[in-house]
């Protein structure tokens, strides 16, 4: 058995929305999903920060971050027993990676201690184009890719998730009518890697303004570093290393 995360990342799309959608996740979404899974372990929400400038060309999401970890992938409840989920009050898009709660790949920064940088964590989801395998995708990004981005100069932690592949059915709670998704949301995503920096002019001089020189795939979609197109095989978003709830402490689920 392997602890497994669920990772959501949202994007608003209409600031009208913001103040409803709001409302819902913490008064009726949350609860929601509690119920349906009651195994959960781990359930919390972050907030994401303003992204550095320059930034919003890397497919940024800025509305919110959801974790949810169980003791396993494979449990879920059906629909059976259950009342239909509180439909979503605004648009809103999302992308889902089910992938195991710890990192598979860990690979600089492990030896520092807590208070030894601040940390501005950058969250980077990224998906290999459907004409190459995944195989092929993860030689460049482990053996060419990674050495390379090790020669950032201010990166201060860098690790990263191979992802579950899609089982063939939703890997939500049931019932998942609820909210109508674009079609990002149902894609199967291959990795999520952090990178930490110490602020938004560390992750700007080792991204935008002094990079290290980048070996280009073969097979990218994009001409730049990341080599992914932005917004559809690539999505980031920042975050600080504390998340605004933990609806396991502070929530109870809607019991029936």
């Not at 184009?129 to 100069?153: C, F, M, R």
């Not at 110490?198 to 303004?209: G, L, Q, Y």
């Not at 975050?239 to 929530?251: A, G, H, V």
Request: proline share 9%; glycine share 4%; with cysteine.
């Amino acid at each position: 058995m392997e602890m497994s995360k669920l990772l959501i990342i949202h994007k608003i799309n209409d600031e009208n929305d913001r103040p409803a959608l709001e409302r819902w996740f913490n008064r009726y979404h949350a609860p929601e999903v509690m119920t349906q899974a009651p195994w959960t372990v781990r359930y919390v929400m972050y907030r994401p920060v303003p992204c550095p400038p320059g930034a919003e060309d890397y497919g940024f999401y800025g509305y919110r971050v959801h974790e949810s970890w169980v003791p396993d992938k494979s449990v879920r409840r059906g629909e059976r027993g259950l009342l239909a989920m509180t439909a979503q009050p605004g648009a809103c898009d999302a992308i889902i990676i089910n992938m195991p709660s710890e990192p598979t790949e860990d690979f600089f920064g492990g030896n520092a201690c807590y208070d030894d940088h601040t940390i501005l964590r950058w969250v980077c989801a990224f998906r290999y184009p459907d004409s190459i395998s995944a195989e092929e995708g993860e030689d460049w990004y482990l053996n060419t890719h990674v050495p390379e981005v090790l020669k950032q100069q201010k990166l201060t932690r860098f690790f990263s998730t191979n992802a579950y592949m899609n089982p063939g059915k939703s890997i939500l709670p049931q019932g998942e009518d609820f909210l109508e998704h674009d079609d990002l949301f149902y894609k199967q995503w291959h990795r999520v890697s952090e990178l930490w920096y110490e602020c938004n002019n560390d992750w700007r001089e080792s991204v935008i303004t002094n990079p290290p020189p980048y070996t280009k795939p073969p097979w990218a979609t994009q001409d730049s570093y990341p080599f992914f197109q932005a917004g559809s095989d690539f999505i980031s978003t920042f975050l600080l290393e504390t998340p605004e709830r933990d609806f396991i402490k502070e929530s109870k689920a809607l019991y029936l």
